[in-house]
């Protein structure tokens, strides 16, 4: 795994960066985006409804549960660091405590780094955030270990397609067939940055699935077109609103209401 690697990953999580950088060298990794996309309107709902952040989102399924789930993986949970692997077919994801950060902290407290490499002594990794590679001895690894210890393996790589198949049927039904009417419900500045967020993901994802898995050639125009110009808006927002936050400013109401109900009429195809 490279940094490179990472940086081709649309990713709601660490684990789930890993995952992909890891996954991809086996398989289209945007065949597991197909159930990435989720309205903009049920997406500020869950924000609302539960309160939640986005390290903890829960309404886009994580690729690697999806992978699981289709007999593609399989993984272990360990307490601790045995079984650890450099072979190919295994990725080994490790959490690490605060004491592993020498100045920059990770945005959520569940931070995991991968497993490169490792000899008696050392081991090598590459962390998400930030993003870079290094190698630790065991005995300071044994001071910053979270305590979990991820063991992905891979199970097969036959027909893999065949597999997805329904489940690309089902998310361009989804997306094609949307048409819930939004209610403005305002949030606040974090939430919304939050729920922008997600959203970026969602629909970066969701683009590069429907170039590939997308046939005909009008719809696919369609949805690509409206999904761009959704996220141009939504990447532009995103800015305004960290902006804000830094400054300890706030969104009018009315401002944040158009933004909304315009981000939400690009999910509309018809």
């Not at 592993?100 to 995991?112: A, N």
């Not at 870079?132 to 305590?147: E, P, Q």
């Not at 969602?202 to 046939?215: F, G, V």
Request: charged share 30%; hydrophobic share 40%; with cysteine.
């Amino acid at each position: 795994m490279k940094i490179k690697d990472i940086l081709k990953v649309h990713y709601l999580s660490c684990v789930e960066a890993y995952f992909g950088a890891w996954i991809q060298k086996f398989l289209d990794l945007r065949m597991l985006y197909c159930e990435s996309w989720l309205s903009w309107n049920d997406i500020l709902k869950i924000f609302i409804a539960s309160k939640i952040q986005y390290a903890n989102f829960y309404g886009i399924r994580r690729i690697q549960d999806l992978a699981e789930c289709a007999g593609i993986v399989k993984h272990i949970r360990r307490d601790d660091l045995n079984d650890l692997s450099s072979k190919k077919n295994i990725l080994n994801l490790l959490s690490v405590k605060k004491e592993f950060f020498h100045s920059q902290m990770p945005w959520r407290e569940d931070h995991f780094i991968a497993v490169l490499s490792f000899s008696e002594k050392n081991i090598r990794y590459i962390n998400q955030y930030p993003l870079s590679k290094g190698k630790i001895s065991k005995i300071d690894l044994l001071k910053s270990f979270g305590g979990v210890n991820l063991i992905f393996e891979l199970n097969t790589q036959k027909h893999v397609d065949k597999i997805f198949v329904d489940k690309h049927r089902e998310q361009i039904k989804k997306i094609v067939l949307y048409e819930e009417k939004f209610k403005f419900r305002a949030v606040s500045e974090r939430s919304l940055l939050d729920a922008l967020g997600v959203l970026r993901i969602s629909r970066r994802r969701t683009l590069e699935w429907a170039n590939k898995y997308i046939k005909e050639d009008f719809l696919k125009t369609k949805i690509q077109q409206n999904m761009r110009e959704q996220l141009l808006l939504a990447d532009k927002a995103y800015s305004h609103v960290q902006y804000n936050l830094l400054k300890g400013q706030t969104m009018e109401t009315s401002e944040q209401e158009e933004l909304v109900k315009k981000l939400a009429s690009f999910d509309k195809m018809k």
